[in-house]
Nanobody, 126 residues
Framework: QVQLVESGGGSVQAGGSLRLSCAAS????????MGWFRQAPGKEREGVAA???????SYADSVKGRFTISQDNAKNTLYLQMNSLKPEDTAMYYC????????????????????WGQGTQVTVSS
């Protein structure tokens, strides 16, 4: 049974930082493409960032230069460091796992991912 559990969300003022974590269990974590998605109220879920099993990363244009995705294979944990947060970053953030090693150009497409966490809320106030 694959499980993904997010943590680290919270409330922060604009310009602040948060680090999200996603603890993975039940499979060989280091061989998967891992991604972060978010969903704001009234909007569709969108891809934020993804990382290949070899460490190659991809980012949405809206977060480039502000967010950093990383992973610690020894701890089976995925991270999302979020700096210079803006009110428009307010959303529920989800981590997801794809059984393929490579995320590829379709890293932001939801059906690509096989497993999802329950989400952690991030609220950024102006």
């Amino acid at each position: 049974q694959v499980q993904l559990v997010e943590s680290g969300g919270g409330s922060v003022q604009a310009g602040g930082s948060l680090r999200l974590s996603c603890a993975a269990s039940g499979y060989i974590y280091s061989r998967y493409c891992m991604g972060w998605f978010r969903q704001a109220p009234g909007k569709e879920r969108e891809g934020v960032a993804a990382i290949d099993s070899d460490g190659s990363t991809s980012y949405a244009d809206s977060v480039k230069g502000r967010f950093t995705i990383s992973q610690d294979n020894a701890k089976n944990t995925l991270y999302l460091q979020m700096n210079s947060l803006k009110p428009e970053d307010t959303a529920m953030y989800y981590c997801a796992a794809d059984r393929l090693r490579r995320c590829g150009g379709s890293w932001y497409i939801e059906p690509k991912y096989n497993y999802w966490g329950q989400g952690t809320q991030v609220t950024v106030s102006s």
